[in-house]
């Protein structure tokens, strides 16, 4: 009995030195997309999130709110694309080891060519 309790005990012990091994490595993006003319937050924009390690895509909510998880360290540059909207992309976003950068964007109402 003795024996067993000692193994669970190392067991429990090297889990937990894992689990301390891989925090710190990943970081997130969160933030809202926003109308530029209007503030009203934007649902289904598309947003890629690309740098030279990784990309990942995601859609707003419908309070025009993304998050991305599990992103490694490194500059990223975001592409947001809505219907509607002037595709815009911004670089320079920096995501940080067991972080969570707020980046919120603003996206301009395409030109529909009446003049307005």
Known sequence: MRRSLSLL???VAFA???SVGRAGTLGNI???ISDSATGAPIAGVRLEITSGSQAATVTT???GHFVVFSLQPDDYTLTAEKAGYATRSVAGYSVFA????????QLDPANN???G
């Open 30 to 32: 969160q933030g809202v």
């Open 113 to 115: 060519g009446t003049g």
């Open 61 to 63: 909510d419908a309070h």
């Open 98 to 105: 067991d972080q969570t950068q707020v980046y919120d964007l």
């Open 16 to 18: 937990s030195l894992a």
């Open 9 to 11: 005990a190392m067991l």
